[in-house]
């Protein structure tokens, strides 16, 4: 009898902990991507200068030199690519993979049977412009 309920315990809190991954994992995925909003700046501070700044795909995303040791990145269309900052040796500074999304907080998505909407409520609703692969979709 004593057996059956530590099993049956177990198979509680198994259930548990994996109800509590499956919760955790997108939050998990999404910290590995840096993410910017579309139209949107985000600063990179580095602590030594770049020589050198890739953009995996300049459609999606843009970086532009400040300073030596200061990054612009802009947003520029829905999608991911990579930022790859160089120092003069050749040596990366930042590899990183880039998420460019739009701001959730200030959006209202109109489902009309299969169509959809997505509405940039900053302060007035307008619909929003959709270009590059999300248009697509």
């Not at 919760?23 to 990179?44: K, T």
């Not at 999606?60 to 829905?78: E, H």
């Amino acid at each position: 009898m004593f057996n059956r309920r530590l099993s049956v315990a177990a198979t509680g809190l198994v259930s548990a902990v994996l109800a509590l991954g499956s919760v955790c994992l997108p939050a998990q995925a999404d910290e590995d991507f840096l993410r910017v909003y579309m139209n949107s700046a985000r600063i990179l501070k580095l602590d030594r200068p770049v020589s050198k700044v890739i953009v995996g795909n300049s459609e999606v995303a843009d970086a532009t030199v400040a300073d030596s040791q200061t990054i612009v990145l802009t947003g520029r269309s829905f999608g991911t690519t990579n930022l790859v900052l160089l120092d003069a040796d050749g040596n990366a500074i930042v590899d990183e993979r880039i998420l460019v999304s739009i701001d959730e907080s200030s959006t209202v998505r109109v489902f009309r049977s299969t169509a959809r909407t997505v509405l940039s409520c900053t302060p007035n609703c307008e619909e929003h412009a959709q270009t590059g692969a999300a248009a697509a979709n």
